[in-house]
């Protein structure tokens, strides 16, 4: 024994999980590729595009905890 532990064998599982990364990255370029090409023909839409992302993550990320009112009594 060389002390080296073999791999176990690639079951049905792993290979759908190889094949899932693999989709999910092909998507990935492809999408920022057309992202890439729509900003390129109209950078105003893309101007509010992020401002209004960042208008709606700075709405759900910076909120202002309720004010806790004590009721009379």
Do not use: C, Q
């Amino acid at each position: 024994m060389s002390g080296i532990a073999t791999p176990p064998a690639a079951t049905e599982e792993t290979e759908a999980f190889r094949r899932g990364l693999e989709l999910g990255r092909d998507y990935a370029e492809k999408a920022a590729r057309k992202i890439g090409a729509w900003a390129e023909e109209n950078p105003g839409h893309v101007l509010l595009a992020g401002l209004a992302v960042g208008f709606v993550l700075g709405k759900l990320l910076f909120r202002h905890p309720a004010p806790i009112v004590d009721e009379p009594g």
